[in-house]
């Protein structure tokens, strides 16, 4: 019988991974419907300006809250491991020569 691998993965991070690859999917489909609304309703106006300018106000807006919020996600959810925590640089150089 092959041994069971130990998962390190916790139940939050596996949630997390859940949510970030819907937003990362959404995010993407912000980015090309934006695009697509901009060049095809450049006729059409509401409120005095063109739909293709409200696309751009709401949809760049948007795009880049969603890379907000997976960042943030990735930040909380996901430790980072003490072998990562040591090989950073803690002091930098401090006087060149």
Do not use: C
């Amino acid at each position: 019988m092959p041994e069971q691998v130990q998962n390190d993965v916790s139940d939050q991070e596996e949630i997390w991974m859940s949510i970030r690859s819907i937003l990362s999917v959404l995010r993407v489909l912000i980015l090309i419907s934006t695009i697509v609304v901009s060049e095809f309703f450049e006729d059409h106006y509401i409120l005095d300006l063109t739909v293709a300018i409200w696309s751009l106000i709401i949809g760049i807006p948007l795009f880049f809250l969603i890379s907000l919020l997976i960042l943030w996600g990735n930040k909380t959810f996901i430790p980072v491991s003490a072998k990562e925590q040591i090989e950073t640089v803690l002091r930098p150089i401090l006087k060149r020569t």
